[in-house]
């Protein structure tokens, strides 16, 4: 198969699967505020071409549900090549400036196609009610 087939099929099913997002999101993949905002990362980031259309593809993929929103600061560090710490501070800035808007939507879509890994997230127990104390049950030892 030559690379423009595979290039075609892949096309087709990111076509798919844009079909199927919903309207807040398809503007997100589609919109040049986004393209803006992705100008204005790599600027502040210094980051290079290949690192910026990298950093597009990721965007993409957590909002096609291709990628667990939880692994981006993973694979922005890992994909562009940059510290963990300053993968954060982009990963942190898309969600709350770029996603922010349809995060409801994103957060559907991360559920139905990441259930497994949303419901393996480690929960912390509820902390217990107080025990009532009868103040009769209490001794008192110095008065004995």
């Given at each position: 198969?030559?690379?423009?087939?595979k290039?075609?099929g892949?096309?087709n099913?990111?076509?798919?699967?844009?079909?199927n997002?919903?309207?807040s999101?398809?503007?997100?993949?589609?919109?040049?505020?986004?393209?803006?905002?992705?100008?204005?990362?790599?600027?502040?980031y210094?980051?290079?071409e290949?690192?910026?259309?990298?950093?597009?593809?990721?965007?993409?993929n957590?909002?096609?549900?291709?990628?667990?929103?939880?692994?981006m600061?993973?694979?922005?560090g890992?994909?562009l090549n940059?510290p963990?710490?300053?993968?954060?501070q982009?990963?942190?800035?898309i969600?709350?400036?770029?996603?922010?808007?349809?995060?409801?939507?994103?957060?559907?879509?991360q559920?139905?196609?990441?259930?497994n890994?949303?419901?393996?997230?480690p929960?912390?127990?509820?902390p217990?009610?107080?025990?009532d104390?009868?103040?009769?049950?209490v001794?008192?030892?110095?008065?004995?």
């Amino acid at each position: 198969m030559t690379d423009s087939l595979k290039d075609t099929g892949s096309w087709n099913i990111f076509g798919l699967k844009y079909l199927n997002l919903p309207l807040s999101l398809q503007n997100i993949l589609m919109d040049s505020p986004t393209m803006e905002f992705v100008a204005e990362i790599s600027d502040t980031y210094h980051l290079l071409e290949s690192q910026a259309r990298e950093l597009s593809r990721i965007m993409g993929n957590v909002i096609i549900g291709d990628l667990f929103i939880g692994n981006m600061t993973s694979e922005i560090g890992e994909r562009l090549n940059l510290p963990p710490e300053t993968a954060q501070q982009i990963r942190n800035q898309i969600v709350s400036e770029l996603f922010a808007p349809a995060i409801e939507d994103i957060k559907k879509v991360q559920r139905e196609k990441f259930a497994n890994k949303i419901g393996n997230q480690p929960q912390t127990p509820a902390p217990k009610p107080p025990t009532d104390i009868n103040p009769g049950n209490v001794v008192n030892l110095r008065n004995k």
